[in-house]
């Protein structure tokens, strides 16, 4: 039961944020739960991963098999856990372009202060797979044009993201030629997906002028570049994406295995008083407590 301000919405708040300058990091969160650590832990923002959301939901890889009311109603619970804005994928926009519409004006209406849009077929598949079926450049700036005046007619500061996932199959020049078209559509920031080695994120904060966006991604080479470098390098917004669910899936094995191995749980850095501290249980009962009538018991 966090307070948010009661004057400026995550939007505006994050949107403000960014204005300031210096780069904002974004942990990927699958769940509410998640969103809850990460905001506990100090970080500006949170990031709904659609990854994430798959593997939490369905426990199925990120192949566009969530549908836009599934990561919609995802990101509304985030919104509603955590103080801090939430940045949130919105996929390829979920068909055409009054699906791109109602995408931007559900994610409006949940709460979310950031939304990116990549430049894939429908369905699409997690960035960091080769194989990527890109609509043309055309279109891509259509559908990031309809986001943007769906913006405009709601009145809202949604932070529109423009992103390509053209860096695997078409090769840094291309992906670079794409997120500047993008960038002409009036989208806030420009995003290129799939990066891997310290080259190309260097190679992309070179080619791209304005605010733009790196994922890094556990395990590659690109992880090893520091926020302090991403910052220097002049990105405005840092996403770690898989961060917290690989770490929740390597905590999980390992408990599950201790239990099964030995027959009883292991002792782990969280108890139920830890638990309760990060869902803030003392609030919700005092709340409760508060509002409680006494009626007397029937004969």
Known sequence: MSERPPLMNAATRLRRRLDQGGIVAAPGAQDALTARLVAASGFEAVYMTGLGATASRLGQPDLGLMTQTEMADCARAMVRAVPVPVIADADAGYGGPLNMAR??????????????????????QCGVLAGAQLVGPDEACAR????????????SDIVLIGRTDALKGEGLDAALARAR????????????????????????AAGLDGPKVVSVVDGTDAAGVTLAELDDMGFSMALYAVTTLFAAMSATKTALDALHRTGRPAPGAYDYAAYADVVSLAEFQDFAHRFETTEPEDD
């Open 103 to 124: 995408t931007v004006e559900e994610y409006i209406q949940a709460g979310v202060a950031a939304l990116h849009i990549e430049d894939q077929r429908n369905p699409k």
């Open 144 to 155: 990031l044009s309809a986001a943007v005046e769906t913006r405009s007619r709601s009145r």
């Open 181 to 204: 078209a993008y960038g002409d559509t009036g989208v806030d920031l420009l995003f290129v997906d799939g990066v891997t080695t310290r080259a190309q994120i260097e190679a992309i």
